[in-house]
Nanobody, 128 residues
Framework: QVQLVESGGGLVQAGDSLRLSCAASGRTFSRYGMGWFRQAPGKEREFVAGTSASGGSTLYADSVKGRFTISRDNAKNTVYLQMNSLNAEDTAVYYC?????????????????????WGQGTQVTVSS
């Protein structure tokens, strides 16, 4: 059984930084793509960033490109989301997601249906 546990959310001011972590357990972490999504009140859950199984390829939503960085430490079974220059539009619940099938080392999943496992979410609130 795959389990994902996010941490690192909180209340910050505009311009601040946060780093989210997602600890995975239950299988060989390094064989699967990982991603971060977010959901603001009244909105659909949207893709934020994704990383390939190896970590060598990454993709970002246009709204966070240049401000957020996704990375993974396969030795620690953990994926991170470094968020800089936060603004009020980044306020949302952030979810970690994991692929359910083995990926090629370079492929990055960007769609919700491509992910089979989800964490419980962590709240990020940015005050302006």
């Amino acid at each position: 059984q795959v389990q994902l546990v996010e941490s690192g959310g909180g209340l910050v001011q505009a311009g601040d930084s946060l780093r989210l972590s997602c600890a995975a357990s239950g299988r060989t972490f390094s064989r699967y793509g990982m991603g971060w999504f977010r959901q603001a009140p009244g909105k659909e859950r949207e893709f934020v960033a994704g990383t390939s199984a190896s970590g060598g390829s990454t993709l970002y939503a246009d709204s966070v490109k240049g401000r957020f960085t996704i990375s993974r430490d396969n030795a620690k079974n953990t994926v991170y989301l470094q968020m800089n220059s936060l603004n009020a539009e980044d306020t949302a619940v952030y979810y970690c997601a994991a692929a359910g099938t083995v990926d090629s080392t370079w492929y990055v999943r960007t769609r919700r249906y491509e992910y089979d496992y989800w964490g419980q979410g962590t709240q990020v609130t940015v005050s302006s």
